[in-house]
């Protein structure tokens, strides 16, 4: 079975950093792109950045760049969100999404990990 | 801000049909994906590029594109469309993804 499985919620104070995980099985995980969404609550779908993780070449959305760090470990099929340090505003679900691209002008955020509710607070 | 503008809201009869828009102008160039996401769970793949549905998702989703503007039908709406839908693409210079606003489905 293709999946992404993320790592668990975690409750953090400002200023205090912080790395998610995003674990893929059933596929060919060096050969597909890996994208991070955010959600902050209430609020519609963010895209965050993307990773390739044969290469690790990054694109990050302007509107995260700085904010946070994309990477991944090819050896261990895993993608990596980082902080160095937390705001308040950064509570929010975070989604790990493979892409897909099976035709010129065509691709998909087909598979999507289960999210990874990280909260921030005093 | 986001380059992809859905309506709000929109609702629909139990069993009747609904149209959801995604309009901006890197849509020219590429096809929009269109997600479905039920509260308290991940957003789900329900079209991609030129009207496909991944396996499972009914055939009663269909997608189609014209000009600026990208579409999603639901056909003979049921209970369990009731969901926020969101449009994704590329942005107008190529080089990263987009979401729409979003909209959310209300099927009464």
């Known amino acids: 079975e293709v999946q992404l499985v993320q790592s668990g919620a975690e409750v953090k104070k400002p200023g205090e950093s912080l790395k998610i995980t995003c674990k893929g099985s059933?596929?060919?995980?060096?050969?597909?792109?890996i994208a991070w969404v955010r959600q902050m609550p209430g609020k519609g779908l963010e895209w965050m950045g993307i990773i390739y993780p044969g290469d690790s070449d990054t694109r990050d959305s302007p509107s995260f760049q700085g904010q946070v760090t994309i990477s991944a470990d090819k050896s261990i099929s895993t993608a990596y969100l980082q902080w160095s340090s937390l705001k308040a505003s950064d509570t929010a679900m975070y989604y790990c999404?493979?892409?897909?691209?099976?035709?010129?002008?065509?691709?998909?955020?087909?598979?999507w990990g289960q999210g990874t509710m990280v909260t921030v607070s005093s | 801000s986001s380059e992809l503008t859905q309506d709000p809201a929109v609702s629909v009869a139990l069993g009747q049909t609904v149209r959801i828009t995604c309009q901006g102008d890197s849509l020219r160039s590429y096809y929009a994906s269109w997600y479905q996401q039920k509260p308290g769970q991940a957003p789900v793949l329900v079209i991609y590029?030129?009207?496909n549905r991944p396996s499972g998702i009914p055939d009663r989703f269909s997608g189609s594109t014209s000009g600026n503007t990208a579409s999603l039908s639901i056909t003979g709406a049921q209970a369990e469309d009731e969901a926020d839908y969101y449009c994704n693409s590329r942005d107008s210079g190529g080089h990263h993804y987009v979401f729409g606003t979003g909209t959310k489905v209300t099927v009464l």
């Open positions: 059933g596929y060919s995980f060096t050969s597909y792109w």
């Open positions: 999404a493979r892409i897909w691209v099976p035709a010129a002008m065509t691709f998909a955020f087909d598979i």
């Open positions: 590029g030129n009207n």
